[in-house]
């Protein structure tokens, strides 16, 4: 029994770690892939655009601006900053 609770439990709190964006989120290799998956994570994308190479996507969640750069080679963050 407590074995089901556990699994339900954590059934229902997969999404809002999914939703969590960290340092080792992969978000794609093309602006539109960045976008897209930012965007379903519920984050507000404000503006993109490619910036010494990689892509640079400016975005608000929850009151809280932030920036984020991403290698477009394997579409990891390269830099994650909050601004608020």
Do not use: C, Q
């Not at 976008?35 to 503006?47: A, F, N, W």
């Amino acid at each position: 029994m407590r074995k089901i609770a556990l699994i339900a439990l954590m059934a229902f709190a997969a999404p809002a770690f999914a939703a969590d964006l960290t340092a080792d989120t992969m978000l794609g290799k093309s602006m539109d892939e960045v976008k897209t998956t930012l965007t379903d994570m519920g984050y507000d994308v404000r503006k993109a655009e490619m910036e010494d190479g990689n892509i640079e996507v400016y975005f608000v969640k929850d009151g809280k601006m932030g920036e984020v750069y991403v290698a477009p080679e394997t579409g990891a963050i390269t830099k994650l900053d909050w601004k608020n």
